[in-house]
């Protein structure tokens, strides 16, 4: 399993690949799986863990991530021979090694940061095994060996009653992810915005998010753990995710509905995937058209909301389908895949 070494695996806050990676690893060694997890030293892994880099380069400004990325990558394919399949949840790098070595290489595409990278996966798309996290993610050049929703662990978020009377943006500050739409619509919408989150574009977030910041009507909290996070989820009216992109998949969304909370967002990307309208969320085109959902969102029933996102998002679900295609692929190489 070969992590991102931006943050640690699990992460301590915002980390989403590497939270992917870490429920991927976890639900394998479960199920008696021999799991080798590549990633920070100060990584927690039920399996085996392999470091390179003594911590995540974005929590730890003495590691160089060019260097760290550099060994990080190369020991994953000088061992590649010990393994089965390799589960690539880094990024496009590691394909430049994939032509090196017999063993399969299973590479999420956890979406495309720029088209400028799009040429890497091209060129390896003969050997390469692409997962894409949605449909609505697939790249109309490359050939993929299946979907695969992202899952997260049911456990971790109780269902809340969305009593704290106050709507929630929670991800990244950022204009893709559209903090300044949310707090437009909580502020027409005559309800407190609790905004959580890292800061990802510092003038952004200077020039159109603190301003408002009072407090009261507005109140940014920072980032947050999974405690705090599974707290604000569930006693929020809504999850604002009015987003300015088409986001590949949205894992803060299926927190919101596993804690019960439905979702108001914009119809892009992954969206119409995740979001059953009238069941978990409401799709919206516009400002106005989401501060009316406002009140709609409070009348949906909470507890068929985490009951729907428990069906189609649990961890067990995305280990399942990974498992099935690790299968499938070794097999269909010849490989040793083993059934615990």
Known sequence: MLASIAH???????????????????????RGHDVTLFAT????????????????????????AKVCEA?????????ADEFDVISNQFDFLPLVFS???????????????????????????????????????????LTYAATIHHGIASSSFTLGAGDGGYLLF???????????TAIAVAL???????????VHDAEYHARFVLPHVDGSRVRYVGPVGPAERDRLLGGAVAL??????????????VESMMAGTPVIAYPLGSMPELIRPGVSGILVDDVPGAVAAVAGAGLLDRVAIRADAVARFSADRMVDDYERLFTRITSEQGGRAQTP
Do not use: C, M, N
């Open 240 to 253: 604002l995710h009015l987003i300015d992109f088409p986001e590949p998949f949205g894992l803060s969304v």
């Open 8 to 30: 640690r695996v699990p992460p301590r806050g915002y980390g989403p690949w590497e939270q992917v990676a870490s429920t991927l690893a976890e639900g394998l060694v479960a």
């Open 71 to 79: 060994l990080h990558i190369a020991a994953v394919f000088e061992r």
């Open 170 to 180: 929670l991800g990244r500050i950022h204009p893709d992810k559209g903090t300044a």
């Open 188 to 198: 027409r919408a005559g309800l407190p915005l609790v905004i959580a989150g890292v």
């Open 41 to 64: 030293a100060d990584s927690v892994t039920a399996g085996r863990l392999h470091a390179e880099a003594p911590a995540g380069y974005e929590e730890d400004p003495s590691v160089d």
């Open 99 to 141: 032509r090196l070595t017999a063993t399969p290489v299973v590479t999420t595409i956890h979406g495309f940061s720029s088209e400028k990278i799009v040429p890497v996966y091209r060129a390896y798309d003969d050997v390469a095994h692409y997962v894409a996290i949605s449909d609505a993610d697939r790249h109309p050049s």
